[in-house]
């Protein structure tokens, strides 16, 4: 199969990403099985909450703001909330925090394998 389609509905079944915290869901959705090229779609959506241990990236990332908003945060402080149709990087190496005060949802692309598909 040359493209893969997946229905926007899909982003309210987003999982719950348990180690990260109570209120972040993560669901890759989308990827290439190519170890040497890895690139993986995903949705992310974050509630109101305890703010979730901010991961250290170990992978280039992009994303944009689908809905809601969401404050990111890097280890040097610097931080912005993002709205629909801000968009994002994040480079390998840095560590970010996401917090939000209502919710968002995000469609991130990221150079790594997908977790399961």
Known sequence: MVFKHRSSAEKFEIQLLA???PNVYFTDL???KDDANPITGSWFRLEKGPVAIPPQYEYDEVGIII???MTLEDET???KTMRAGDTFVVHRGSTIKFTT???GIAWKCS???PSKL
């Open 19 to 21: 180690e990260a915290g």
């Open 30 to 32: 989308v990827g290439s």
């Open 67 to 69: 809905e809601g908003t």
């Open 77 to 79: 402080g610097q931080q």
């Open 101 to 103: 005060d209502d919710y």
């Open 111 to 113: 150079a790594r394998m």
